[in-house]
């Protein structure tokens, strides 16, 4: 999965990270793909982990800006 590629927003990337919580909860995957799936796992919160940062920084910028006019 290359989300960099997909250019998912933060709630598509939530809305992939809920399905494949909720399928590893409800052992609709084997244990072989159980492997894969943490990784995409991994992959989605660091995707989304990143926008929120990037959200938080433009906020602080736009506060910072209109704070100085």
Do not use: P, V
Not at 30 to 46: F, H, P, S, T, Y
Not at 51 to 65: F, R, T
């Amino acid at each position: 999965m290359r989300l960099m590629e997909e250019q998912l927003t933060y709630e598509q990337a939530m809305q992939k990270l809920e399905a494949l919580a909720s399928q590893m909860e409800r052992s609709e995957i084997g244990i072989d793909e159980m492997a894969d799936r943490l990784r995409q796992a991994q992959e989605l919160m660091k995707y989304c982990h990143e926008k929120l940062y990037e959200a938080e920084k433009n906020c602080n910028s736009l506060l910072n800006i209109e704070e100085k006019e």
